[in-house]
Every structure is written in C-alpha cells, then in structure tokens.
C-alpha cells in the first residue's frame, strides 16, 4: 500500500513540474507595404510567402527538373531570383512568368524533359501546362476509346491500363467471389459458408 501511494506521489509531482507547451510566435508582418498574400501563377493561386521555385510546383505539368530549369531562364532573362517569395513580385514580373511557363517547349529545354513530344495533332514538341494538359490527356483517351485499341479498351471498362496487376487491387463494388447473407436471402442463392457443406 505504502508503494502505490509513493508512486502516485511521484506521478503527481511529475505532472507538476511539466510545463506547457510554448506557443508558436505569431507570424511576422510583411515590412513591404506592395507584399501581397495570394498571386495567380500561371492559372494557380499560390500563397506570397512561398519562393518562387517552389511555387511552380503547385502549376499541373511542371516537375521538380522543369521547375529548376525554368527558375534559372526566368533568372537570366528577367533577373528575378528563384529564392524571392511570390508576394514580393510586380503584376508585369508575374506576366513575364507566366509568358515563360506558357512556352517552355520553344524554348532551351531539354527534350526529354517535354511532355508532349511529337505531339499526335501538330508533330511537334511542346510542353502543355493546367487546363491544356487536362485537355490534351482527355482527347488522348477518347481517341484511343474510338480506336478501340487495348488502352481504349481498359479505359472504356474502368480496368488498370498499363499492365498491372487486378486480382487484389483495383476493385471495385462488391469483393469478388464473396455473396453475402443479405444478398443470398433477396437472390435466393446459398452464401458462400452453405456451398461448402
């Protein structure tokens, strides 16, 4: 008895000497009256606080390399460091950025790094970003559905396009194999217990 107490002792001495949880220091204001908190980006708000290299990655169809190769052509041709947050950036520099992001294919890009090489319509390389790659990606899969091509086949049924496995991933509805009570008393079929016997 004696030790339960003195354990319940130390436990509520050591509640005591915890201390509260510090509280994060509330966020600094922005010295630069011309800051701004959300900026359009090539069709995508981004929060001012984030650099500017960092912010393409929130544009759909740019990567990790594309976004370091466009930060350094934005830096030699506009002079605009990858490190400045968006918020700091005029409306023109923004609209300079967005010319650059728009046309990534005509430009020193590397062509691997393209995501429409030979394009099916035009034969050229582009590179497509926000609503014109969703666009693209679309007429991609209808064409194919049209052709009737086994990748428009898989689409057109909902199955995994490029080789996977389906047995244990991929399902959808009812587990296969599986009749349950319920659905055996409404169909009138044996569940799957009863066809064992």
Sequence with gaps: MAKKAKK?????????????????????????????????IAGKDVK??????????????????VAAIASKMIEQELKIAPTVRVGDLTEKQVEDIDKILFNLGDRDVPKFLLNRNNDYLTGNDRHVIMNDLIFDITQDVDREKKMFSWKGFRHTFGQKVRGQKTRNTGRHGMAVGVIRKS????TGAKPAADKKK
């Design 8 to 40: 319940e002792n130390d436990k509520s001495d050591k509640k005591a000497d915890k201390k509260p949880p510090r509280k994060k220091p509330p966020v600094k204001e922005d010295e630069n009256e011309d800051f701004r908190g959300i900026v359009r």
């Design 48 to 65: 001012g606080q984030v650099p500017l290299r960092r912010s393409f990655l929130h544009v759909r169809g740019i990567s990790h390399t």
């Design 183 to 186: 659905v055996a008393a409404a």
